[in-house]
């Protein structure tokens, strides 16, 4: 039996796909991976481990299978990812949660100065390849056309991230209508957000922890102990990032309108709450 998604959780980091992933772990007719983020698509991360490892992060029983993986809408860093999902996976249905783009930047820059990723300083950060990344990553009309040159319309899904945050059930209701399973009800389901421990991990734990090598036994490796020992690993202290300035803020958000006026249209919806 060929284990395969249905659904991909394409992006964008930063934006909610940890909570959504869960949310869909716990339906009874959706198997996720066991990893959240199995990155198979990116050649310089996974693929090489071939189709059997991604495989093996499904467990069989279940209508539909799935995965979450925002490294998925970065097409400016990892090129040919949409095509080489639409090789394997051509009927794919594919989720995109679009935050707003100046805090979803703000966040990504505070996330990679607490992993250690980044030690740009703010007033460095928009002439740095470390800012350049971010901005590209934020211009969501971007990213997503990357996948309509080989998917469907009808096969894109995009989500507002505050209205999943203000009315969780019926932005699931619309997901597991969009992918063909039954509704549930999700009220008794927390929102998660593995950056917290991930930020506390020490540096050598978290480069064992994305290494290929270790990605072999993931096979082995139940998402709740996968958790277990995140939680018990995540004993370096909180690294803050430095604040952001309103200027800096302002200049961001100038850079991202274009792109942000563009998605609007795109997508058909009119992100109210956005700054830009």
Known sequence: ????????????????????????????????????????????????????????????????????????AMCHLWRGVPARIHGILPDVRLIFLARDPVDRLISHYQHAWSTGTARVKPEELMASRVGQNMLETSRYTMQINAYLEHFAREQLLIIDFDQMRRDPQS??????????????????????????????????????WRSRGLRRFDRYISRGARDKARNLLSVAPNRSAPAIGPELRAEIAERLAPDARAFRVLSGLPFDSWQV
């Open 1 to 72: 039996m060929r284990l395969l998604p249905g659904l991909i959780v394409i992006g964008a980091m930063r934006a909610g796909t940890t909570t959504l992933y869960h949310h869909l772990s716990n339906h009874p007719e959706i198997g996720m991976s066991r990893m959240k983020e199995t990155d198979f698509f990116v050649p310089k991360m996974n693929f090489p481990l071939g189709m059997s490892w991604y495989q093996s992060q499904f467990d069989p029983g279940y209508s539909i299978y799935g995965e979450a993986s925002p490294n998925y």
């Open 171 to 208: 932005v699931m209701d619309g997901v597991v209508d969009f992918v063909g399973v039954s509704r549930y009800g999700i009220a008794d389901i927390p929102t998660f957000n593995d950056a917290a421990s991930n930020a506390r991990l020490p540096g050598f734990v978290q480069r064992a």
